[in-house]
């Protein structure tokens, strides 16, 4: 079974400080791993994904997250946030080979001036 | 850019009424997703498809009903709304031949009165 668990429902910061949302997983199978952003009233938009290979990916909009395989990790990061990063935030993962995207809770990121 | 469409945005109905959500996608993915999110809560997969003819329920239980005739087209319904029906629906779908990610929708966000 595959789960995930996002660490924090929110996160408060400064604009131009950095910022980091943790992200663990959960399978029995190896996993390819997404992150998303939601703004209000909005769909969801992939910000990057881990399918194999290097295990730090750049994303969209300066993020970045590192793979960890011993620790079953997955976590985002930005090194300066603007307000306009201010959104929801939801990690996901899929085992090779299994259909469904699982997500976790999601956390609340708000960029305070 | 993502082309999966989903009508309508916003829709206000009165308990009791069928009404039908519906998603499009024109990327010719073959799997298609929908989602059911509380505001603020995490994303909860209810429905899901392989192909044409081909529906199964998700994890969490839902009264809908979704339909797959063509493979651009994944509709959801309900065939009698009730206040408990309330939340945002997400439609999302994904290629299994590349095997990544989902493509989500705008969302729409019922309220049954």
């Known amino acids: 079974a595959q789960s995930v668990t996002q660490l924090d429902s929110q996160v408060p910061v400064f604009e131009e400080a950095p910022v980091e949302l943790r992200c663990n997983y959960s399978s029995s199978v190896s996993v390819y791993l997404f992150w998303y952003v939601q703004y209000p009233n909005q769909g969801l938009q992939l910000l990057l994904k881990y399918l194999s290979g290097s295990t730090l990916v750049k994303g969209i909009n300066g993020f970045e997250a590192e793979f960890n395989k011993s620790q079953t990790s997955f976590h985002l990061r930005k090194p300066s946030v603007h307000i306009s990063d201010t959104a929801e935030y939801f990690c996901a993962a899929r085992g090779r080979g299994y259909n469904k995207l699982i997500f976790g809770a999601g956390t609340r990121l708000a960029v305070h001036p | 850019e993502a082309d999966i469409y989903q009508t309508p945005r916003y829709l206000v109905i009165g308990t009791g009424k069928k009404i039908t959500l519906e998603c499009s996608q024109t990327m010719g993915h073959d799997k298609m997703y929908w989602y059911q999110q509380d505001p603020g809560m995490e994303l909860h997969l209810i429905h899901y498809?392989?192909?044409?003819?081909?529906?199964e329920k998700g994890d969490l239980s839902s009264e809908s009903t979704v339909s797959r005739i063509r493979t651009e087209h994944f509709p959801l319904t309900l065939e009698s709304a009730r206040p408990s029906h309330t939340s945002q629906y997400l439609c999302?779908?994904?290629?299994?031949?590349?095997?990544?990610?989902?493509?989500f929708g705008q969302g729409t966000r019922l309220t049954v009165v």
């Open positions: 498809s392989y192909g044409v003819n081909s529906t």
């Open positions: 999302a779908s994904s290629d299994s031949f590349m095997n990544t990610e989902a493509f």
